[in-house]
């Protein structure tokens, strides 16, 4: 089967580092996606990672591991417009297709 | 500009009533996908086509139809026999090739009478 988990809530302060986990189980994992969403918009695209490894991308950061189905999200000297819910995502490849699979998000607060 | 659009960005169903949710892209992606979003919940997959005349169910496609007529275009019907239609709905679109990430709609909020 295929899943996805992340935390729920995170809560972190104006300034700090937070890191987002996310762990994963499919079967045919063909990339892993971070986006982020603000209430009632869009999901906008943060980072991509294929390969194991870090993707450094500004104040944003995202790790995989594909031999533990293991990502996070390290985003450093938190803003205020931070704010927002943090999806995970995997592209799976299956019967010569590829869906796109979310977790259920992270919402995080950052406070003053 | 390209781009994905999605109307109308509110929807209001009757009772026993179908209702279609527009998409259109002009990025000449060849996949699409409908996700449905409630309050506080990630994305679910509700129909995806990779090509032309040809789309799949997702986890959660019962009392929902689509079509793909062109490949601009991606309408989702919410049919009467989808008992909770209230949600957030947004389409998105991709190359289907390689690494290509998700572009997204701005969204439809349905609610019901």
């Known amino acids: 089967g295929q899943n996805i988990d992340q935390p729920t809530e995170m809560t972190a302060t104006e300034g700090a580092i937070v890191q987002i986990n996310c762990t994963y189980q499919?079967?045919?994992?063909?990339?892993l996606f971070w986006y982020q969403q603000h209430a009632g918009e869009a999901p906008t695209f943060l980072s991509y990672n294929v390969l194991d490894g870090l993707e450094e991308k500004g104040r944003f950061s995202s790790f995989l591991s594909r031999s533990k189905g293991y990502s996070y999200l390290l985003l450093k000297e938190l803003q205020m417009k931070d704010s927002a819910s943090y999806l995970c995502a995997v592209r799976d490849y299956g019967s010569g297709t590829y869906k796109y699979i979310f977790g259920t998000g992270t919402r995080l607060k950052v406070l003053a | 500009d390209g781009g994905i659009t999605q109307s109308p960005k509110y929807l209001f169903r009757k009772e026993g009533q179908n209702v279609t949710l527009s998409c259109e892209q002009n990025l000449n992606h060849d996949a699409m996908y409908w996700y449905r979003q409630d309050p506080g919940q990630g994305l679910r997959l509700i129909y995806y086509s990779q090509i032309v005349n040809d789309f799949q169910k997702g986890d959660i496609a019962e009392g929902y139809s689509v079509s793909r007529e062109k490949k601009e275009s991606f309408p989702l019907t919410v049919t009467s026999a989808q008992k909770n239609p209230t949600a957030f709905y947004l389409c998105?679109?991709?190359?289907?090739?390689?690494?290509?990430?998700?572009?997204f709609g701005s969204g439809t909020q349905l609610s019901v009478l």
């Open positions: 499919t079967s045919g994992f063909n990339g």
């Open positions: 998105a679109s991709s190359s289907g090739q390689g690494n290509e990430k998700l572009f």
